[in-house]
């Protein structure tokens, strides 16, 4: 039977990578692959607009500085929540 748990936050990319090239090549050794990886929008730090370019810097609506949302824990590269103030793998902190 399915579930409905979002498995993501637990997958790792260097093993997806690996199996990816590992799946490609036939099983050759040290082939890799490469993966196109979206960017994530820029985001209004006031009112929480997405942006329409990458390059924006200030928000059109409220005039608020644009950042971009971090994905991924910048220590162990595992995949995170915007919400998440702390990684669950590692504790390190993400705000």
């Given at each position: 039977m399915g579930s409905n748990i979002d498995l993501r936050k637990y997958q790792d990319p260097s093993s997806i990578?690996?199996?990816f090239g590992a799946l490609v090549s036939g099983k050759k050794s040290g082939y890799k692959t490469v993966i196109e990886r979206?960017?994530?929008k820029?985001?209004?730090s006031k009112c929480g607009k997405f942006a329409e370019?990458?390059?924006s810097k200030f928000c059109p609506e409220c005039g608020g500085k644009?950042?971009?949302p971090i994905t991924n824990c910048p220590q162990c590269k595992r995949s995170i929540e915007e919400t998440e103030k702390f990684c669950t793998n590692c504790g390190t902190k993400l705000k």
């Open positions: 990578e690996d199996a979206k960017k994530p820029p985001r209004c370019s990458e390059d644009m950042f971009i």
